[in-house]
């Protein structure tokens, strides 16, 4: 199951560079999307993998006989999830911005703020 | 839980919710201004316990260490918690003279002290995901206050800025995660031994690196800087002072805990990348900006130059480097946070921060003149001002090293930043307006010139102070650099007594 969840971060990332790599301001930011879950996915499962075992105790708080799994990379992924889409919804948002104002989203196009023939 | 670690945390956000909501109302910037008047009063309640005890460290939620989120300060944490407040109280003074209704009812106060906060927060968690948390709350606020007052070239700046920083932010995410699976523990006191006990040290190197590449971001360090000279000069001149003051140094600070207290292990290899990371940032930043001619983007590239030498105290790792790494850390906030504000107000004076279009600064306006010569004379590191004895420091210590390719790239850098500092002292000040305008500070009207320009007295002659009696500051920061270079005392006081490390 490890090997899986590597080889679906890893596919992620590199599909997340080739789009952040693009020049457009909007694939950048799918790229960017993608990154982040494929960066989740390799916390999820560097908090090690168990099937089936709640870290629930049992009746009058006893521990379980079994391993269970641990829930703090998953408390650590929910953190992690909500910060990113609330950094998402901003980029967003300024995207929609940056559209308005410039009438394009390529990135190296705009150079308001870097004039070219700056001296 | 203690509160002394804990207020200054809290108070900016509740200032921040404050003057959010009541942001409608006529002056409502004074709550900003009150909540950074408490966060002094806290910060140097927090200083004085840090001085009495050494480290001090609280459990939330009373979950012993390594298992609750630590908050913790030593010296290096209580003295950037009380240098955050004072920028924080200087700028929002500042601000209040400068930041329009439109700014004002959009939130702009709430976001500051929201960027107040997350910054604190930064300085004194002691434990990894905390910090990625508080990195975020500093990094959502600091894109608010980049493109309140909505200019296009805002808006250019913030889309460099906002993109790279996520990129940063997911990297670190990233190695906090792979942290967590390898050791079983975020505890930064904790980690200290659990990296070193680690089976796999190459596997610890890639995860110092990942960290080196996220915080080195933040930081603006070379070749990772571009996002910095792209948006800085873009935004309200108050938000660029604060930015300038604070954010990167989070980023270095976050360098220095790190490669201090947890990744020490392969010293030969992370801190020789960040000695050739520190002489490229301090080269290419200055000669950025001797190549500019805005007011702004020259004090951005010397951001980056001046960055340099913070980092090249770390790399040293040597209590003397160190000692110096520090001691710039806390000077340089000061004196740059004071240029952005200086700027600011010649911008208002003159119309324009493009060096070409404005001038007569000294004939109609000497005292601002003066005041601009303190910072700028230590940020080139004169003698006798603060910036002297930082630069000093850092070059003796390359210098008992046998570095001395290190101690002239230092020295070169000081040079080539007089360049830039006569550049803007020739263009803005000394030649005449090329409209012919007398751009006299009485043309501001009192209230507003009180506001505008206390602030910007109060943090020079801070600088003065520094420069003239350093003994107290080189002794504060000799100490902070022994607690980090021998965290013994910082693990002992986080981690609960009688557990083996």
């Known amino acids: 199951m490890e090997t899986v969840l590597a080889l679906l971060s890893g596919v992620l990332t590199a599909c997340a560079v080739w789009l952040m790599l693009s020049g457009n301001l909007l694939r950048f930011l799918f790229g960017l999307l993608l990154l982040s879950n494929?960066?989740?996915l390799a916390i999820f499962a560097a908090g090690r993998l168990t099937e089936g075992a709640p870290p629930l105790l049992g009746s009058g708080g006893t521990l379980p006989g079994h391993e269970m799994a641990n829930s703090l990379p998953q408390a650590l992924l929910l953190t992690a999830i909500v910060i990113g889409f609330g950094l998402f919804a901003f980029a967003l948002g300024l995207t929609i911005r940056a559209y308005r104002a410039f009438g394009h989203?390529?990135?190296?196009?705009?150079r308001l703020a870097e004039p070219e023939d700056d001296k | 839980m203690s509160w002394t670690l804990a207020l200054p945390i809290l108070v900016p956000f509740c200032a921040a919710a404050a003057a959010f909501l009541l942001r409608n109302r006529r002056g409502s910037g004074w709550i900003s201004v009150l909540g950074a008047v408490a966060s002094v009063v806290l910060a140097i309640r927090l200083l004085l316990a840090v001085v009495e005890n050494g480290v001090i460290a609280t459990q939330m939620s009373a979950w012993d260490a390594p298992f609750g989120i630590t908050l913790a300060a030593d010296y290096l944490s209580a003295a950037m918690v009380l240098i955050t407040a004072i920028i924080s109280l200087g700028v929002s003074v500042w601000a209040m003279a400068e930041v329009?209704?439109?700014s004002t009812r959009m939130g702009w106060h709430g976001l500051f002290q929201t960027l107040i906060g997350g910054v604190t927060g930064a300085f004194l968690t002691g434990d990894l995901f905390n910090l990625y948390v508080w990195f975020e709350v500093l990094l959502i606020s600091s894109f608010g206050l980049l493109v309140i007052g909505g200019q296009r070239k805002a808006v250019d700046g913030a889309v460099k800025y906002v993109t790279l920083n996520l990129i940063s932010t997911v990297l670190f995410l990233c190695a906090a995660g792979l942290t967590y699976g390898a050791t079983g523990t975020l505890n930064m006191a904790d980690l200290h031994a659990a990296v070193a006990a680690h089976p796999d040290q190459g596997l610890?190197?890639?995860i110092a690196m990942m960290f080196m590449f996220g915080f080195g971001l933040k930081a603006a360090v070379f070749p990772l800087f571009f996002w910095l000279p792209a948006s800085y000069h873009t935004p309200h001149y108050a938000v660029s002072a604060v930015f300038a003051g604070l954010l990167t140094k989070v980023g270095v600070y976050a360098l220095m805990r790190v490669f201090t207290l947890i990744f020490v292990g392969d010293q030969g290899y992370t801190h020789e990348i960040l000695l050739w990371v520190a002489c490229l940032t301090m080269l290419s930043g200055v000669l950025g900006a001797a190549a500019q001619s805005d007011f702004r983007k020259i004090l951005s590239f010397h951001i980056v130059s001046q960055i340099g030498y913070m980092v090249l105290g770390l790399a040293l790792m040597t209590p003397l480097a160190l000692m110096g790494g520090v001691f710039y850390l806390l000077h340089h906030i000061i004196v740059k946070a004071n240029l952005f504000l200086?700027?600011?107000?010649?911008?208002?004076l003159t119309g324009s921060s493009d060096l070409y279009a404005i001038g007569g600064l000294y004939r109609s306006a000497p005292l601002l003149g003066v005041l601009f010569l303190i910072p700028a004379f230590s940020l080139a590191g004169f003698p006798p001002l603060s910036g002297f004895w930082a630069k000093y420091v850092l070059v003796k210590a390359s210098l008992d090293l046998g570095a001395w390719l290190v101690a002239f790239v230092a020295l070169l850098t000081g040079l080539l930043t007089i360049f830039s500092m006569t550049k803007i002292w020739a263009e803005a000040f000394w030649?005449?307006?090329p409209d012919g305008r007398q751009p006299a500070l009485s043309t501001i009207p009192p209230r507003q010139r009180l506001l505008l320009l206390s602030p910007v007295i109060a943090l020079a002659l801070m600088?003065?102070?520094?420069?003239?009696f350093p003994q107290p500051f080189v002794d504060f920061a000799t100490v902070a650099a022994e607690q980090l270079l021998d965290p013994s005392a910082y693990i002992a006081t986080v981690l609960p007594a009688g557990e083996a490390p």
Request: glycine share 12%; charged share 15%; proline share 3%.
């Open chain 2, 342 to 348: 200086i700027a600011g107000v010649s911008r208002r």
């Open chain 1, 105 to 110: 989203l390529n990135v190296d196009r705009m």
């Open chain 2, 204 to 206: 610890m190197t890639v």
């Open chain 2, 100 to 102: 329009g209704q439109i």
């Open chain 2, 431 to 433: 030649k005449p307006h």
């Open chain 1, 38 to 40: 494929g960066v989740n």
């Open chain 2, 463 to 468: 600088t003065v102070v520094i420069g003239l």
